[in-house]
């Protein structure tokens, strides 16, 4: 039987209950995370935990993502030709949006650590209950 999992759930982790989920949803918000969050004992012990931070992680990468976009024309249109400034735009704009994925995924690896279950309605929406 298929274990269903609500839209934006990460490609790469199996869904929660599924044997090896978590040791795959802690490498996935360990990717969202510094580097350094690596050698840190606790989020293996608690992920929860490493959601938590995970998520503070990928706030701030989008904060960052939005006041480049704002300032990249100003910051770079004396510098540089207009295809250059527009690439440059592109590639926030690129950013920006996998930023929202990630942050969606976050989310759901968050939820589904703090004991959430998805569970799907008739209406194509999901809901979640407590375990």
């Given at each position: 039987?298929?274990?269903?999992?609500?839209?934006?759930?990460?490609a790469?982790v199996?869904p929660?209950?599924?044997?090896?989920?978590e040791?795959?949803?802690?490498?996935?918000?360990?990717?969202c995370?510094?580097?350094?969050?690596?050698?840190?004992?606790?989020?293996?012990?608690?992920?929860?935990?490493?959601?938590i931070?995970?998520?503070?992680?990928?706030?701030?990468q989008?904060r960052?993502?939005?006041?480049?976009?704002?300032?990249?024309?100003?910051?770079?249109?004396?510098?540089?030709?207009?295809?250059?400034v527009?690439?440059?735009?592109?590639?926030?704009?690129?950013?920006?949006?996998?930023?929202?994925?990630?942050?969606?995924?976050?989310?759901?690896?968050?939820?589904a650590?703090?004991?959430?279950q998805f569970?799907?309605?008739?209406a194509g929406?999901?809901?979640?209950?407590?375990?």
């Amino acid at each position: 039987m298929e274990t269903l999992v609500p839209p934006g759930w990460p490609a790469t982790v199996r869904p929660p209950g599924v044997e090896g989920w978590e040791r795959q949803a802690i490498a996935h918000l360990l990717d969202c995370c510094p580097p350094d969050f690596r050698r840190e004992a606790l989020f293996a012990r608690h992920p929860l935990v490493l959601a938590i931070f995970a998520e503070r992680c990928v706030q701030g990468q989008q904060r960052a993502a939005h006041d480049g976009l704002a300032l990249v024309r100003a910051d770079l249109g004396d510098r540089f030709d207009q295809p250059v400034v527009d690439a440059a735009v592109d590639v926030w704009q690129a950013e920006s949006a996998r930023l929202i994925r990630v942050v969606r995924e976050v989310d759901l690896l968050r939820r589904a650590f703090s004991g959430e279950q998805f569970v799907p309605t008739l209406a194509g929406r999901w809901n979640t209950r407590p375990t």
